[in-house]
């Protein structure tokens, strides 16, 4: 183990984050609470909210500390495999103690070091890998991300969360304030660094000099530690950002939440709408980081950077064998008409638009049988295994996925 993350690994032990434990079953109410990064759904983000059933996938939530994160995931996935994997052991411990407690099966936990490139030959590959603020602290952070990124299947996502340069810029001069006014052995242990710093923090509040957003983040001993004293941090800006993930062999496909990096959430005029909408998506992520000051981290999916689903054509018996999957992030909408009650797969047909952010993609005429066939796509069925779920004719639902895919919303694994 290199020295900076025995230092890291120091640090977490006697500083596990997060502090607080996650509370048994969390509803919509106390994710929504938590801010952005804990509202992340894995059914919701990343797999197509059309799928029913994600039996069979694997997960690596990397860097997991104390394990909030694995057991959001686990609780609201209960049939995808979670492995939490973290530096510190203390963390690890915390982890897994927290889920027996609460009884939940499909984790299991294992210290492990993303700098070893060893360190998960034995495990994996994962459809899934989320590491949320754990890169920027790696001591050499494309080599931690090119290993998770051998870890990723062919077709899996990645989800990674990195500090701002631009959001943290308060914070880092907090940091190098306090590094200058601690003594040699005050550096090297991070529990008499912390009370150095409380000392400032409580003489800048006394003189009516601490500001809000600094104030809000020294609330416990574990905060200030990892805000202010941390042995290995680096910051990011979109550039340094598409770079890294490059060099790592990731494309990135979104950033984090969807909503705040489209133009039409913070443009209300329709003339700098279409301007910002015809703008590559990396013009678009430049324009919103610009002009929208918060990011204090930049969140973000991505996958390999070779991986582009083939939507291409297939012959009828190939076809009939090839698993439709929706395209990540592709968003559906159905209309259904006709008798029913309107619900979705009722015996009257609909259409079906989808769209890539701003992008409408296609808008399509389905019948009853066809609409129940989307409904049964769920990422594992074959075209002919759909059909006869759906109690629809093949050559209709060889259609349907035939123009699905030409609208490049679904691709055959
Ligand atoms: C800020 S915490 C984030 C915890 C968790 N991902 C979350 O969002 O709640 C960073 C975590 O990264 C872990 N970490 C740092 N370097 C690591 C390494 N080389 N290998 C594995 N984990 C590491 C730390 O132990 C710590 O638990």
Redesign the pocket.
Known sequence: MDDI?RR??QM?THF???NFEMPEMPGEAELAAMGP?HRLEYNFYVCHPHYKSFAGCRML?????TG??TYRYAVRNPEVEILG????EK?VFLAESRAKKRGVTNTRFRQ????NPEALADEGPFDYIA????VH???HPLT?LRHLVDRLTPDGLIFLAFYSTKARARVSHFQKAIQLVLADDEREDFGKGLAVAKRLFGSLARAGHLEHEVAGLVNTDQEIV?TFLHASERCYTIPELERLTSDAGLRILRFHPAYLWDPAYWLDDPELRLRAAALTPEQRWHLGDLLIPHHVLYQFFACREDYRPSTAERSDDDLLGAVPRFVPFVDLEMVTSGDGDGGFGEAGGGRLAFRDGMKQLADIELNGDQLKCVQACDGQRTVSRVATEAGCDTAQASELFRRLAAGKAIYFA
């Not at 590491?131 to 754990?134: I, M, P, Q």
């Open positions: 993350t890291v690994q977490y596990p984050l997060p990064m939530d990397g860097g997991c500390g909030n994160s994997v973290d530096l510190s963390s492990v070091d993303l700098m590491s949320e603020g754990v602290h790696l001591s931690g990892d």
